[in-house]
């Protein structure tokens, strides 16, 4: 079992920057690609960033590409992402994913692949 705990949201101004962090417990974070995705209400929840645990290379949707940055920090088992040039359409409870990645296999940006899920955390950015 892996166990997820998202921090860092709140209420933001457009423009504004601000950074969530994800905190892993359980099993080795390592061999874990990780994710946050979002939900909006009355949304489908959808893949906001995505880091391979065998390089650390990212993918961004464009709704976020240029603005969102995910990172991981394997020593503190944290992952990151750093949202800056907020804008109103990113409010949306943020939640992190893990997903475990067999050598060889592609990194995964379906939902439905990460079986570990965080309880979220909401941003809100509104003027």
């Known amino acids: 079992q892996v166990q997820l705990v998202e921090s860092g949201g709140g209420l933001a101004q457009p423009g504004d920057s601000l950074r969530l962090s994800c905190a892993a417990s359980?099993?080795?974070?390592?061999?874990?690609?990780m994710a946050w995705f979002r939900q909006a209400p009355g949304k489908e929840r959808e893949l906001v960033a995505v880091?391979?645990?065998?390089?650390?290379?990212?993918y961004y949707p464009n709704s976020v590409k240029g603005r969102f940055t995910i990172s991981r920090d394997n020593a503190k088992t944290t992952l990151y992402l750093q949202m800056n040039s907020l804008k109103p359409e990113d409010t949306a409870i943020y939640y992190c994913a893990a997903n475990y990645r067999s050598l060889g296999v592609a990194v995964s940006r379906l939902r439905s692949s990460y079986n570990y899920w965080g309880q979220g955390t909401q941003v809100t950015v509104s003027s």
């Open positions: 359980g099993r080795t974070f390592v061999n874990y690609d």
């Open positions: 880091i391979s645990w065998t390089d650390s290379s990212t």
